[in-house]
Every structure is written in structure tokens, then in C-alpha cells.
């Protein structure tokens, strides 16, 4: 059998996995970011189930100094602070990797590339062969035949195999042992390396082809002509040393003991423990297997200290604490209240009388937490099997429904009078859900809604919200578990139609209760974190909203969209056999590895062409959009590109998701996804919807109103910019929106000093792109790269717009400092973003928090704002009695399914509530227009 050392070069690729994951980070229940965690022990998982090595070990830099510190003090000097979420991941990390009984290696004054370095050639003469995991381009130096590097595939990317000769071609040298020399020369910003000034890869790449290495560069500096002769010359010294800084030391006080290094049996018990506290819920099923779950207790209950560290003889809690302002005590704390030790009282009720004794009892009450049963989670295609309600902690009933509609309709009438009584408001954890579901049994509640799943939205935005989660975090509690009633995921999984009665009444009851608990645990929390405002005035009152428009769907030409599909496919061959044509060869064009290799090697339309991390040639649409010059191709492959996803995402994929109910489809509105406070929308994804295009604008033709109907589309004009302008208080800006001027011509004329009369519409066009890119943090360098000018230029054009708008650069300021001060940011209607980095010493992930301390109170506001105008818009209807249906919400579009008789009152009625839905500071105006049509398209 072959022996396969793996070796791991630990920080290297914990920072790569921290960084991939920075704009969608995971955060548990409990605000802890588990990016680098998560992502190392994917690395690790996928490296043991591909490669099957026979040994590995994972390789970590020890604190404090080594020899190249003290030949050179600057030595990774210019490295950035550790993020605080990464240093803090680094203790479970190591969990982890002992879980799996994998070696933890580090020698002190030494680098993990030494020790590295050490093992693998002192494991290469033991006969094995070695790979080296890691992204780092210095370790080619070890490379030699049966020692290789092994980079990781990057965000989905394959991994990459490297051995002397893939090195020598990758640096454009001769051997190995030249990627010091190379080193030596050109320096190495990352560790700081000073190398000779002026000096690249390419020109150090060239002189080692005529000189062979680097002492023999310098020994022939005074022979080399020119610019670079001096340069050499005067940087000697700097590069003598930079090689030797760049030299991986390979007898480290480190010894390859192959019994320690082979892979072991797991430490079950170990990782249970730490994928439980990390919440690794998916990754701990595939990796431990399918009874995982991230709710069991550990193997052994104790209590840590805040660091994670066990305090001796103390017995795991079984109650969560919680502080006097009800905030939640986050010191890992162990789950172990459930079902079977928790006194409750769950009753069945399954006959008439019963009923009729519980809508009695539950008449009397004010609060009641309710949940549906149901054979499936498409509220929209599921049949009611039963309703639990509670009303008090451990207390709950299980009413059931039978198969027949009619049926259970009838059931239903005998809970009239509690659904029609406006004086209780009805709990429920995503109530809309279950709202959703009782309209298709034409039952409606009148009181008001409370959903938990919201307040914990308001109060903890970036967290997960699962009511099983929220039960563990809040309440100490593991509730039953659904796959322990119908099974697992997948086609053997069946319905609650399938559950034992009891086990059912049970499970349903439990929801009813927990979620009657979560409400308490959570309601004074919106008080402690001031966000009462935004859950009562926006959030809270949107789920009816939402519920009616999910409801009433929307009508799809499909007749259109088969003629659509026809046309788009016949486009796409067209441009496909275009491509081939000018590439003089067919290939896959929906391959990147064979489409870069056609367009960088066989064309060469860019010769600096850049590759992935995973070894292929970058071919994404920003990389083509600036080779569209310099051959017709470019634009041949963008066309097929458009044409085959809008035909395959959207045209083709409408027609199937139309409901077999209703005739018309039904998407489905997530409130409580974007941080920021945008509704999110699913199956299908209408936010997604193509508008930039004129082949992508036609799908909205698909979209049409109820026979005898029109469509009408309203949306906000320029609102980011408008609330930019109104909670800055820029005069110029407010100004420019007061007196209704174009607002990009407005700014163009006081960016470059014109009248507004003489701009041009190059001037309007580049004063667009800076007032919408500014609020996203946009600097010189993306400006320029968007307008395609020079880097120059683009800083004057942000210099005069500071200038100009003082008050805007002002703001931007201002949200920085008061996020330092207080770590959140907020809306005007006081939604609040928690930005913990905004203080990290690390400048990305700070610059990172920054930027959303700046543009998360204008999204958030503007998200606001619909919402508050869907309400308003919502119950002006109702109250009007209005037949007009609103269907649809896209950003900062409303879509209506309208009534021709009813356009009179509807059109005014639309455009003053959305204009008074959130008046704004300064005075300064809401805009909104209003389009009708025969389709989406057309009214837009």
C-alpha cells in the first residue's frame, strides 16, 4: 500500500477559509462568526475522503520570534491584525483537528514552512510520498519528485496538483530551486520581503535564464546595462538577504514519526462536543453521520467558564440564565431540557364536544400561540392534519383534521368564533406560514399576529432563527425533532398524515408551547434593544400583507414562454456556432477551464491574462466585459451566456412552478433574511427578475393580470438617493431634490463646475455612477475600473463630490464614529445593524463594517419605507372594499393586479400612500411613479 503524508499548513488556509466566507458570514444562534471553522473542516474532511491519505498533520506557527525577525526586524511587519473572529476561531480549530486525532505540530522559533518543510523531506526519504496543503506559492522551493503541493480548490473550485515541472512553469524557471532566487529578487509583499527595488517576477524570471541564480545577478550587476544595472547594484544587500529570509528551513528541531502521524480512529465524543457548540448542523451530518444533531447533549455535561474552559465538579445547567435585562448569558452552555424531563400537559382533541370545551376555555384568553400540521412545507400545496394551541407554559392542545376538505372546513366553522374574535392576538413562530395555509380552507384570523421568528429578526438580524435553534439559545430546551417522526430528507421521507396520533399530538403541542415560551423569553428583549417601533410599525403588520399577496399569486402566459424558449434556443445556436467560428474550433463553451484556454492561449486575446485560485483562467462576465474590444467573439460567448440562463432559470423553469390549485404562481416572501430589511422572495425569485436587458425585460411580458384585468407597476424614484440626501442634510443635494431637478445632472453640474444647462451626457453618466457608488464605498480605484478612466481621474471626480457635498461625506463619517461608539447603526425607523468589527484591528474587516455602518441606514430605511407603504397601501384597500389585488414586490416596486372600474380610486390611492409612508428629514420630497399595462412589462 502507498504511504501518503499529508501536511497541513494550518494558518494558511484558516485565513483563506475566514476571508471566503467574509460577505456571507455563518453566524450561530449565539452572534459567533464560525467562518474559519467551518470552512477548515471542510478542507480537512475533503482532503481525508478524496485523497484517502495513509498519514497527515496539521502545522501551526508557534508566537513569537525566529531567526529571519532578527537578520530582519521588519520582517512581516506590514502584516494586518488577526481579525477577532479568526484569533478566537483558532481554539476550536485545534479541537477539531484532535477530534479526528490528527497531530497538532508547531516548534517554537520556527514557521509552520519550516517545520513543514523538515517533515516533508525527512518523510520522503522514509519512502513516502508527500503533499504539502496550501495556497502558498513559496513552498515550490521543496518541491522534488514525491513531494508535491497540494492547493485546495477555492469557493467551489477543483484542487491543484504541483510538482517540480508545474512549479518551473508556473515561475518560468529552470528548477526548483530557483523560486528563492526569484524570491530574493522580486521580494514578497506578504512577509514583507524587500527583494530589490523595481525588480518583478518577469524581469527576476529573465535574469535567472541568463545568470542561473541570484549571486550570480548580483556578482554581475556592474556587467548589466541600463536602469536595471542600477538597480541591482544599489539593492545587493537587500537581495542577499531577502533570499535567505525567502529560504524554508528544512532541519527544524521537528522529527517524522510515522506512528504518530497515521490517521486513527475519531474522537467521537470530541467532535459531537465542538460541531455541537459551533452549531454545525449539515457539515456534522455528513461528517458523523445522520443521528447527529446539534441540539444532543454533549457526552459529558459541564460548565465552562467564558473562555470555554471547564470549572471543575460543576454539573452541566439544565436552565439557560439569563441577565437582569433579559439578555441572553452566551458562555456555550449545554442543552438538556426536552420533552421527556419537562413537565407538560399536551391534550388530543379529536371529537366536536372537545372542541367546542377548548374554544370555550381559549375565548377567555387575550395571548394564544398557534401552529398547523401539515403534509408538506409549500403552504400553498399542503393539506391541514391538525392545529395546536397554547396558552400557557407546559400546556397545549392538539385538535386533528381528517383527509376530507369538506371535512375539515367543517372542523374549522366550530373555530370560527375564536378566529373572528379581533381581541386575541395569535403567536406564532413564521405565523405567515400558517395563516397561508388556513386561507386555503377559507379561514382567516381577525385578531392580530405576534411572530416570534420576527422579534428575534428585529433583535438579533444576523443570527439564525429556526424555532429549534431559538428553543436551545432562549430556553435551554431540544425540541422533538421532525425527522424522528417522518424520517429524513429525500424520497423514503413521508407526511404527518403518516405519525402515530400520540407522537404527532405531542410533537404539534410542543411547537404550540415552545413557541408560546420563545415569546416571552423574546418580547422584552425589543425593549432592551430599542427596536419596539420597527417590529410593531413595519414587520409585525406586513405578515397579513404578505400572507394576501402570496395568496393571490400571479397569472402566467405560458403560451408566451414556449414561443419565448423557441426563440431564445434558436439565438443561443446561433451565437454558439458564431463562437466557434471565431475561435476556429469547437469546445464547451460552458466549460471556463476549455473556454480560457480557447480565448487567453489559443487567441491570446490578453497576454497578462489573470488565473483563479483553482488554476483555470478567469472568464466571468467582468473579466469578458473588457475584452469585448478586442475580438467579436467576446461578445458572441456574453450573448450565449444571457441567452441560455434566461432560458433554463427563468423561461423555461415559470411554467412548472404554476400551483395546481390555483392556476397561477406563488412566490414566497422571506421577512426575515437581509439584514439590511429587504424582503427576500423564493420559487420563483422575482427579485431576480432580469430588468438590465432587453432579451432579460421580455420575461416580464409572462406576467399578467386576471382575464378582463390590467397590471399596474409603481415604484419609488431614486429613493436610496433621496434618503442619502435627506439624512445627510447635504443642502446641494436636498436642494437638487426639492426643486425637482435631475439629479444626476444636478450633481454632474457642481461636480465639474458647469452650468446644468452644459453637461454632458458623458458628465451625467459618470456623476450616476459616483452618487450611487459612493454610498457603497465606492473609491478611486472602482470608479475608475466602472467608468473605465484613469485612476486620476476618477480621484478628482470624488474630490470635487466631497467637495460639493460636504454634508455627505459628513454622514459617512459620522455613522463610522457613531458605530464605534455604540457598535450598531440604524434606520429611521430604528432597525439596527450590530457591526462588531467596526473596532477590529484588522483593516479589512473593518473597512468591511464600515461600509455597512454607511449604506445600511439608507437600504434599511428605503426597505422600510415599502414595507410601511404595503401596509398603508394593504388596508386602503380593504377599507375601500377594492377588488384590485396588490400580487407582487420587487425592491422598490409594487405590482397590482387592478380592477379597470377601480382605477380611478386605485391609482391615486397607490401613489399618495406610497408617498406618505415614511416622510424624510429635510423636507425632502418622496417620489413615486405609476405604469399600466397588459403585462408586468408594459406597466413598468
Known sequence: ??????????????????????????????????????????????????????????????????????????????????????????????????????????????????????????????????????????????????????????????????????????????????????????????????????????????????????????????????????????????????????????????????????????????????????????????????????????????????????????????????????????????????????????????????????????????????????????????????????????????????????????????????????????????????????KYYNREIKGQVYDTMLAHYVVEPDGKRSMDLLSAQYLGYEPVHIEELIGKKGKGQGTMRDVEIQKLKDYAAEDADITLQLKHSLHPLLKTKDVERVFYEVENPLVKVLTDMEFEGVMIDVPFLLNYSKELEREAYQAEQAVYAGAGVKFNIGSPKQLGEVLFEKLNLNPSAKKTKSGQYATGEDVLMKLAHNNPIVADILAYRQLTKLRSTYVDALPSLINRKSGRVHTTYGQAVAVTGRLASNNPNLQNIPIRTERGKEIRKAFIPRQGNVIISADYSQIELRIVAAISGDENMCNAFKNNADIHTATAAKVFNVEAADVTKEMRYKAKSVNFGIIYGQGAFGLADNLGISRTEAKEIIDNYKKEFSGITKYMDNMINFCREHGYVQTLMGRKRWLKDINSANFTVRGYAERNAINSPIQGTAADMIKMAMIKIHDSMKKEKLRSKMIMQVHDELVFDAVPSELGVLQPLILNNMKAALPLPHDVPVEAELGIGDNWLEAH
Not at 522559533?109 to 510520498?129: C, N
Not at 537587500?238 to 475519531?266: D, G, M, R, Y
Request: overall charge negative; hydrophobic content about 40%; some cysteine.
Open 1 to 438: 500500500m502507498d504511504k501518503r503524508l499529508f501536511l497541513l499548513d494550518a494558518y494558511a488556509l484558516i485565513f483563506r477559509a475566514y476571508y471566503a466566507l467574509i460577505r456571507n458570514p455563518r453566524i450561530t444562534s449565539k452572534g459567533r462568526n464560525t467562518n474559519a471553522q467551518f470552512g477548515f473542516t471542510n478542507t480537512l474532511i475533503d482532503l481525508i475522503n478524496k485523497e484517502k491519505p495513509t498519514h497527515l498533520a496539521v502545522c501551526f506557527d508557534v508566537e513569537g520570534k525566529t531567526e529571519r525577525h532578527t537578520d530582519f526586524t521588519d520582517y512581516k511587519a506590514n502584516r494586518q491584525e488577526t481579525p477577532e473572529d479568526l484569533a478566537e476561531a483558532i481554539p476550536d480549530i485545534k479541537k477539531i483537528i484532535e477530534g479526528f486525532n490528527i497531530p497538532c505540530i508547531g516548534v517554537e522559533g520556527y514557521e509552520a514552512d519550516d517545520v513543514i518543510g523538515t517533515l516533508a523531506w525527512q518523510a520522503h526519504d522514509a519512502g513516502y510520498d508527500v503533499y504539502m496543503v496550501t495556497p502558498d506559492k513559496d513552498y515550490g522551493q521543496l518541491v522534488r519528485d514525491g513531494v508535491k503541493i497540494y492547493k485546495p480548490g477555492y469557493q467551489g473550485g477543483s484542487f491543484e496538483i504541483l510538482g517540480p515541472a508545474e512549479v518551473c512553469a508556473k515561475w518560468d524557471i529552470e528548477k526548483v530551486e530557483q523560486v528563492i532566487d526569484i524570491l530574493g529578487l522580486m521580494g514578497d509583499a506578504v512577509d514583507n520581503i524587500p527583494g530589490i527595488a523595481g525588480v518583478g517576477e518577469k524581469t527576476a524570471a529573465k535574469l535567472l535564464k541568463e545568470y542561473g541564480s541570484l549571486e550570480n545577478v548580483v556578482a554581475n550587476a556592474e556587467n548589466i546595462k541600463g536602469a536595471l544595472g542600477k538597480k541591482i547594484v544599489a539593492g545587493k544587500e537587500s537581495a542577499i538577504l531577502s533570499k535567505k529570509l525567502a529560504t524554508i528551513i528544512t532541519n527544524a528541531p521537528v522529527q517524522f514519526h510515522e506512528e504518530e502521524f497515521c490517521l486513527k480512529e475519531w474522537n467521537k465524543p470530541a467532535l459531537i462536543e465542538i460541531f455541537t457548540e459551533l452549531e454545525f448542523k449539515t457539515l456534522g451530518k455528513r461528517i458523523l453521520g445522520d443521528d447527529f444533531n446539534v441540539f444532543q447533549s454533549a457526552p459529558v455535561g459541564v460548565q465552562t467558564d467564558l473562555f470555554g474552559n471547564a470549572i471543575e465538579g460543576a454539573a452541566a445547567r439544565t436552565i439557560i440564565e439569563k441577565t437582569e435585562d433579559k439578555e441572553i448569558d452566551d458562555k456555550g452552555l449545554i442543552t438538556s431540557k426536552n420533552i421527556t424531563n419537562s413537565p407538560h400537559e399536551y391534550i388530543l382533541v379529536d371529537e366536536e364536544e372537545k372542541i367546542k370545551q377548548l374554544v370555550n376555555v381559549l375565548m377567555q384568553q387575550t395571548e394564544i400561540c398557534f401552529d398547523t400540521e401539515t403534509t408538506g412545507i409549500d403552504a400553498n400545496d399542503a393539506e391541514l392534519v391538525g392545529m395546536s394551541f397554547s396558552y400557557k407554559p407546559g400546556e397545549a392542545w392538539f385538535v386533528t383534521c381528517t383527509t376530507d376538505y369538506e371535512a375539515t372546513c367543517n372542523l374549522l366553522e366550530l373555530l370560527k368564533p375564536l378566529f373572528d374574535n379581533p381581541d386575541i392576538t395569535w403567536i406564532g413562530h413564521n405565523i405567515k406560514y400558517d395563516l397561508l395555509v388556513l
